[in-house]
């Protein structure tokens, strides 16, 4: 069955700190990868998508994401946390073909401490 | 208007009663989706609308569900005998780029007592 799993429900880290948000799937077709943020009273916002080519991807606060096959993960990290960046994180993946029909994890919550 | 619409915001209702929520996607978007979100756990894909056609509709939990969009824009989701396992946050989303670009509305809760 296709599924996503955010192993970690709630993650605490110290500002400046390092951070890792862990995304595994299983998938049967080749998928496409996506994080997206929930904030409180915001509606979800893509982050960051990999459709193909170069494993690593940038987004535009800090943060990166890379996709290891062999894996099956799509984890994303960030070398040095900002209290702006406390909110709810999920993973999601997709397929060519089904628009954007995904399966979402159920979401890792970060929260920042001072 | 500039983002994705759903009205209401809030909707409380009793056990059997008929609620209607509504979604008014980006101008242009030709793709819109229904996902809904309980408590704790990530959204769930319901349909998806590709113009006035629901192009995939395997998400909807039964047929106490249904959904239209007549003119390719606004679409409505319906929901008939409610109960309380219905209580959640109903998303909408629409699109135009790659698939899973997706732009979300901030949903409307449901509480069914």
């Known amino acids: 069955a296709q599924s996503v799993t955010q192993p970690d429900i709630h993650i605490t880290v110290s500002e400046g700190a390092s951070l890792e948000l862990r995304c595994n799937y299983s998938?049967?077709?080749?998928?496409?990868l996506f994080w997206y943020v929930q904030s409180p009273g915001q509606g979800l916002q893509l982050l960051l998508k990999?459709?193909?080519?170069?494993?690593l991807v940038q987004g535009i606060t800090g943060f990166e994401a890379e996709f290891k096959r062999s894996q099956s993960s799509f984890n994303r990290r960030k070398p040095s946390v900002h209290w702006s960046d406390a909110a709810e994180y999920f993973c999601?993946?997709?397929?060519?073909?089904?628009?954007?029909?995904?399966?979402f994890g159920q979401g890792t919550e970060l929260s920042v401490k001072p | 208007g500039a983002g994705v619409s759903q009205t209401p915001s809030n909707k409380v209702t009793e056990k059997g009663k008929y609620v209607e929520l509504r979604c008014d996607p980006i101008?242009?978007?030709?793709?819109l989706y229904w996902y809904r979100q309980s408590l704790g756990q990530g959204p769930e894909f319901l349909i998806y609308?590709?113009?006035?056609?629901?192009?995939?509709d395997s998400g909807l939990p039964n047929d106490r569900f249904f959904a239209v969009r007549p003119e390719g824009s606004v679409s409505t989701l319906k929901i008939q005998r409610t109960e309380r396992g219905d209580s959640a946050v109903y998303l909408c989303?629409?699109?135009?780029?790659?698939?899973?670009?997706?732009?979300f509305g901030e949903g409307s809760r449901l509480t069914v007592l």
């Open positions: 101008s242009g978007h030709t793709a």
């Open positions: 990999y459709f193909s080519g170069d494993t």
């Open positions: 609308f590709q113009g006035t056609g629901a192009a995939d």
């Open positions: 999601a993946v997709g397929t060519r073909g089904q628009g954007g029909k995904l399966i």
């Open positions: 998938y049967g077709a080749t998928p496409y």
């Open positions: 989303a629409s699109s135009a780029l790659a698939p899973g670009e997706l732009f």
